[in-house]
């Protein structure tokens, strides 16, 4: 006999997973964790990553989502509700100012894969072979102001449209049938990357660890990797998680999204640094890493046109399903706080995140203003994608993690985790010491400790 509401649950669980999926599987995987590793260090930066998912990220995932599913609300509108007294509101707050700028720069980076598509597309890497060449295309590509902002314009007009007209299922659906084909090119790509001729190095670099390179920086930057990749210390979880049915099972969900995202993360690494040391380029080159990495591999394969062109597509709707999910964030605030039309919300956060993100997309060598600002490399763009990107949600995640360990409390949290009504349970929580104990003191205290550390160091240097 069929049970349709048996049925009904079972495919809202894994509409739910994709679309937490695909706001965790985006750029963050693909483009920033490469750059990031080889950044800080290799391998040990990946250990570093890898451990901040499992006992921070893992934890928060599931507290964030339990909020939202509990209030049925944005951050904002979730602390107001459970916080009584409004000492809670800044979070909200902050959680709607790093949807915003996190907006602004993550869509110049979605401009630029659409800018490489269309070159793979016309054939511009077609007949190049040396490394150091395609490594001077991207800096003209990058430096070019014009096409830059207005790739990073054309992104934030096809996210605001699919957030506006909702047609969120249907690119949903899309990314459903997409994703695995993402995955299956990324075990491709890794293999000819692994077998080109002097990838070794590049492998010891990713797979083994070297302890020396250890440093507070560089703990605070995989903790803010693992909290990027996984859309968490913003409220994208929050909201994401107001949508959810209470059948569904939280810490499941939430271990499969987990899955994902670091499968990505892991293959996206093994494309990447085998192919650096093959191509003689350098680990450190900053954002701009996968742009002059990727089209050597295409060129060294046999049908690397269409591999390519393939991969570019995939990226690009993985970034879409990410972009989306953050600007639902402060749009959800506009209209339940403000009750603004949606229409309006988009179209306000669109452009002011375009002209937030105006100096960052110029900071990478069109304007030596904000290309040098600070003294730092990749000036702007390097200031608000570390503030918003790593800072933030460090300070997002650590507040979650307090208000739900300690002051909505683990036993309200486990309510509704297990969505026990009238003495039925309907999702068991075994984990439930494992995750107390993880949101209570490990999530908090790490953050606390890294955080504290590193801004000291930085900012009075000692
Ligand atoms: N997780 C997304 C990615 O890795 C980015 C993101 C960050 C999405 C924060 C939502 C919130 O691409």
Known sequence: MSDPQERGAWSSKIGFILAGAGSAVGLGAIWRFPYYTGENGGAIFTLAFLICC??????????????????????????????????????????????????????????????????????????????????????????????????????????????????????????????????????????????????ADGLKFYLYPDFSKVSGMMILKAMGQALFSLSLGMGTMITYGSYLSKKENIPVSAAWITFFELLVCILAGLVIMPAVSAMGQSYTEGPDLIFKVLPSIFGQMPGGYYFGVGFFVLVIIAALTSTVSILEVPVAYFVDEKHWSRKKAVIFVGFIAYLIGTPAALAHGASDFWSNLAGIKGGFFTIISTVFGD???????????????????VEKATTEIKSEENGITVSEFPIKKYWSFLIKFVAPVTIAIVFGYTMWKTFIGL
């Open 54 to 199: 499992f006992f921070i990220g893992y934890p928060v995932m599931i507290a964030e989502l339990t909020l939202g599913r509990n209030t049925q609300k944005n951050p904002v509108g979730m602390f107001k509700k459970l916080a009584k007294g409004g000492g809670w509101k800044w979070l909200g707050g902050l959680c709607i100012l790093s949807g915003f700028t996190i907006f602004a720069w993550y869509s110049i980076i979605a401009g630029w894969v659409v800018g490489y598509l269309y070159k793979t597309a016309i054939g511009t890497f077609s007949e190049v072979r040396d490394a150091n060449m395609i490594s001077s295309m991207f800096d003209q590509f990058s430096a070019s102001g014009v096409t830059v902002s207005s790739l990073h314009a054309l992104i934030i007009l096809m996210t605001a449209f699919v957030v506006y007209r909702g047609v969120k299922s249907g690119i949903e659906l899309l990314s459903k049938l997409l994703m695995p084909l993402l995955f299956l090119l990324l075990i491709l790509l890794a293999i000819r990357s692994i077998t080109l001729e002097g990838a």
């Open 391 to 409: 800072i933030s949600l460090s300070i997002g995640a650590f507040f979650i993690a307090i208000f739900v360990g300690w002051l909505w409390g």
